[in-house]
């Protein structure tokens, strides 16, 4: 996982100079490091070079579309988080982009505050160890998955479910969203993988307490509430 060093990171993908220029003014005025780039070839290229702690990406790119851009750091940085910035505004495209896996969706024209709080939202997420539902917890640097205080043992696969579940406590997560983050894209997965692993989760999260924590929510997918 990406971790707080001195100062937060942020990397952003726009090819718009004016967009850029107001980005990175906008992060860096509120205490953000930055870096920027005007192409997919160019952040593909940088993020071999630097670790950023979160990727700002717009989805219309002059070279290689943003969602290409986009899958390529799921595979090569599958815990980095990336807030999708993009004048693509339809209920679909917001869907799609959420699909892919994206950990956050902003369009344009944006409220610049309303921007930097959800970026800080993602970044907290991302510097701290610990997740927190209810009496469920995992620490993401132990790898411990602990409910009412007693241990629980978990596989890879499932602790990674797990962790997307809870980054996005109280929000609806499709069967593609799942599939897109915790498998990555693997072409040989199916949607019905994503029930198979949530069953597994329910039986060691959720058997013997009153209260249950992992959701369905009929035609949608999953989410996990306290």
């Known amino acids: 996982m990406y971790n707080l060093a001195v100062t937060d990171s942020i990397f952003i993908v726009e090819d718009n100079e004016n967009q850029r220029d107001f980005l990175s003014a906008l992060f860096s005025d509120a205490g953000y490091s930055v870096r920027t780039v005007g192409s997919g070839s160019e952040a593909l290229k940088m993020l071999e070079?630097?670790?950023?702690?979160?990727?700002?990406?717009?989805?219309?790119?002059?070279?290689?579309?943003?969602?290409?851009?986009?899958?390529?750091?799921?595979?090569?940085?599958?815990?980095?988080?990336?807030?999708?910035?993009t004048a693509r505004g339809k209920v679909s495209d917001i869907v799609e982009g959420f699909n892919l896996g994206a950990d956050d969706y902003v369009t344009k024209p944006y409220n610049a505050d309303e921007l930097l709080v959800r970026v800080r939202a993602r970044l907290k997420h991302v510097t701290s160890s610990k997740l927190?539902?209810?009496?469920?917890?995992?620490?993401?640097?132990?790898?411990?998955?602990?409910?009412?205080?007693?241990?629980?043992?978990?596989?890879?696969?499932?602790?990674?479910?797990?962790?997307?579940?809870?980054?996005?406590?109280?929000?609806?997560?499709t069967r593609e969203m799942i599939l897109n983050r915790v498998w990555l894209y693997s072409p040989d997965m199916e949607t019905r993988a994503v029930d198979v692993y949530i069953g597994y989760l329910r039986k060691k999260i959720d058997n013997g307490h009153k209260a249950k924590l992992i959701q369905s929510v009929r035609g949608y997918g999953y989410m996990i509430k306290g």
């Open 49 to 85: 070079k630097v670790k950023p702690d979160l990727v700002i990406l717009d989805l219309g790119l002059p070279d290689i579309t943003g969602e290409t851009v986009f899958q390529e750091i799921r595979k090569n940085y599958p815990e980095l988080p990336v807030v999708i910035v």
């Open 132 to 173: 927190v539902v209810s009496d469920l917890e995992i620490d993401t640097e132990a790898i411990e998955v602990k409910r009412a205080g007693k241990k629980i043992d978990i596989t890879p696969k499932e602790f990674k479910l797990l962790e997307y579940l809870m980054l996005n406590q109280g929000r609806v997560l």
